[in-house]
């Protein structure tokens, strides 16, 4: 029915196109009833049209290719909220194109990230973009047992030895970034101040010394520049001739000529003496025993910034924002630094970090309001996969999403769900904490233990074999961050302002501008 409702409309749609050519001259005119026909067919098409019931309901859209993609670029949250009100917990929409099936709540979640490697794949959903950034042959563009290898190198590096060496160089970036702040008092745009100083904190650890002194001598201009490629229109549309494609092509040659650089002088000098992932990287071998390439190790280089850079930066502007609107959680947290470390001059280490559970639960209350990544795509690649729970067909080629971001400000799993209330997490006393969730059978995906559910209602980290990897590294930087930021300051909002709404526009969510934080040095 469906073929022959699309062959007949065609048929009309073409029959009063060359009447109006015979009873129209004026070739503009023809054009605007042709858009119309085009419009009226394609609505006609979505009212009358029976969709396949196996599967799940379609949001309607007015507008045909763009479909839902205005609504849901400016409010994500609030477009899937409203639809799962209208829908149920499964539904599909139109995006620029594309087919989106959300897949809500925590069978939802552990759907999309438990679904199998041969029935839906996040290269495909990925790659496109990826690859221009992070280069050829590693992560997405690998093949997925190898991105699984290359996967098991990175989370090596992050040992606990090298958390240890971590932390006090996290604290000194974090001092001396703020030492240029020469008022005692005054105005801090929080991301854009925390984007520069993770930079440094996550260069320093994870990129090497070198990288790190060479930042404003041009890296951080080729950060900008593959940044630039990274944006929510590269998704859409990976590869258009425009001058910042380009640049991001040139950026990513540069920076994997910069490792090659440091790769071989660290090889020639035998300087095996850096704490750092690249040198992690530089000593692993492939199972078969070939050395990584360094074109491999320079790839999974911009990968590890690209996943930790933004994601961390975006969360300690967040956390800024919300301890800046509630003076006396900072109250409490320097509280707890005195009672756990003695005081608040005693030397942040990785230990002591681990004592301070009200700083880690803000953190984590931030990653539940504000998480970076709030959805997370795949695409099926099987003739169909079925969601067992709801029966639901979905077809190739349509994206599975994931939306953590919905199921965490959801009241059946969190009570007063807009709340910030870090504490929810050390009374345990919301429903979330009451669910039996279970651990996710085969939880070795290649690189470790995934000692987590995919039905849990919270995972601002994902779940699965795309599981975060940098999870522990993340929450161990933006602790010292925060823990140091709030000896050197006191932090309020400006005068009648509250927290800001969150920005859908980039990859990741960030606060909307301006996100002022008025900061006074309590010195
Ligand atoms: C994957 C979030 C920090 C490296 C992910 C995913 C999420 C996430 C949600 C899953 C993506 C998906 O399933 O499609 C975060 C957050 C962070 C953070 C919220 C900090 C607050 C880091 C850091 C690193 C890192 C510091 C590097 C050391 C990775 C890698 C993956 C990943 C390699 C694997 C991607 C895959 O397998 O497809 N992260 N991340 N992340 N993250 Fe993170």
Not at 286 to 301: E, L
């Amino acid at each position: 029915s469906v073929f022959l409702y699309g062959t007949l409309s065609l048929v009309v749609v073409f029959s009063i196109h060359i009447l109006s050519q015979l009873v129209c001259p004026f070739f503009f005119l023809q054009v605007y009833k042709v858009k119309i026909l085009i419009f009226i067919s394609y609505i006609s098409t979505l009212k009358v049209v029976p969709r396949d019931p196996n599967q799940p309901k379609l949001v309607f859209s007015w507008v045909p290719f763009l479909g839902n993609g205005v609504e849901f670029g400016m409010n994500p949250i609030g477009f899937i909220q409203k639809c799962q009100k209208l829908y149920g917990d499964v539904f599909t929409f139109k995006l620029v194109g594309k087919s989106v099936t959300v897949c809500l709540g925590a069978d939802g979640n552990q759907f999309v990230f438990n679904n199998k490697q041969n029935l839906s794949s996040a290269a495909e959903a990925y790659n496109d973009m990826t690859k221009h950034v992070f280069g050829f042959d590693v992560v997405y563009d690998a093949p997925h047992s190898v991105f699984m290898e290359q996967k098991r190198f990175i989370k090596a590096g992050l040992t606990l030895e090298s958390f240890r060496a971590h932390v006090p160089l996290i604290v000194k970036e974090t001092t001396e970034f703020f030492k240029d702040f020469k008022k005692p008092t005054g105005y801090m745009d929080a991301y854009s101040t925390f984007s520069k100083l993770i930079i440094c904190t996550a260069s320093r650890c994870l990129m090497g010394k070198e990288i790190r002194s060479a930042l404003h001598e041009g890296v951080a201009d080729l950060y900008y520049d593959l940044d630039q490629g990274f944006q929510p229109i590269n998704f859409m549309f990976p590869n258009l001739p425009l001058p910042s494609y380009r640049r991001r092509d040139v950026a990513r040659e540069k920076m994997a000529e910069l490792y090659s650089k440091i790769i071989r002088r660290r090889k020639e000098e035998n300087d095996t003496s850096n704490n750092d992932l690249l040198q992690a990287l530089i000593e692993s071998t492939y199972k078969d025993g070939t050395p990584i390439p360094d074109h491999h190790i320079a790839g999974m280089m911009i990968a590890v910034l690209f996943g930790g850079q933004h994601t961390s930066a975006t969360t300690s502007a967040w956390t800024t924002l919300e301890l800046a609107n509630r003076p006396d959680l900072v109250q409490a947290l320097r509280e707890e630094q005195i009672a756990k470390l003695g005081s608040l001059k005693a030397d942040l280490t990785f230990e002591n970090l681990k004592e301070l559970t009200l700083m880690e639960a803000c953190i984590k209350e931030t990653l539940r309001l504000h998480p970076p990544i709030f959805q997370m795509m795949r695409k099926v690649i099987a003739d169909k996969v079925v969601f067992e729970k709801t029966g639901h067909e979905i077809p190739k080629n349509d994206f599975l999403c994931a939306v953590p971001g919905a199921t965490q400000v959801d009241e059946q799993y969190f009570n007063e769900p807009l709340t910030y209330n870090p504490y929810r997490w050390i009374e345990k006393s919301d429903p979330v904490h009451q669910m039996e969730v279970g651990e996710d059978a085969n939880a070795d995906y290649g690189f470790g233990i995934v000692g987590i559910s995919s039905r849990s209602p919270f995972l601002p980290f994902g779940a699965g074999r795309h599981r975060c990897i940098g999870e522990q590294f993340g929450y161990l930087q933006l602790k010292a961050v925060m823990a140091t930021v709030i000896r050197l300051y006191d932090l309020s909002l400006e005068e009648g302002k509250g927290v800001p709404e969150s920005d859908y526009t980039s990859m990741v969510v960030v606060p909307k501008h301006p996100a002022n934080v008025v900061y006074t040095c309590r010195e």
